[in-house]
Nanobody, 122 residues
Framework: QVQLVESGGGLVQAGGSLRLSCAAS????????MGWFRQAPGKEREFVAT????????YYADSVQGRFTISRDNAKNTVYLQMNTLKPEDTAVYYC???????????????WGQGTQVTVSS
């Protein structure tokens, strides 16, 4: 059984930074791709970033490219999302998820965390 627990969300002013963490249980983490998604009120869940099991391949949504960085530490079963130059439109609940391979498609992810709120004030 895989469990994913996000942390690191909070309230930050525009232009600020936050680092989200996602701690995974289970023995499949180091062989799985991981992704971050977000969902703002009244909107559909959207892809943010994904990383391969080695960490050698990463992909980002156009809206966060150059501002966000996804990384992972397989020894700690943890994936991170460093978010810089935050904007009010980045406000959302952020979820981490686990998949068999890197993908932008939410339905390809088999396990999801409970989410962590990120609020960016203007």
């Amino acid at each position: 059984q895989v469990q994913l627990v996000e942390s690191g969300g909070g309230l930050v002013q525009a232009g600020g930074s936050l680092r989200l963490s996602c701690a995974a249980s289970g023995r499949t983490f180091s062989s799985s791709a991981m992704g971050w998604f977000r969902q703002a009120p009244g909107k559909e869940r959207e892809f943010v970033a994904t990383i391969s099991w080695t960490g050698g391949s990463t992909y980002y949504a156009d809206s966060v490219q150059g501002r966000f960085t996804i990384s992972r530490d397989n020894a700690k079963n943890t994936v991170y999302l460093q978010m810089n130059t935050l904007k009010p439109e980045d406000t959302a609940v952020y979820y981490c998820a686990q998949a068999a391979m890197v993908t932008r498609t939410p339905s390809d992810y088999h396990y999801w965390g409970q989410g962590t709120q990120v609020t960016v004030s203007s």
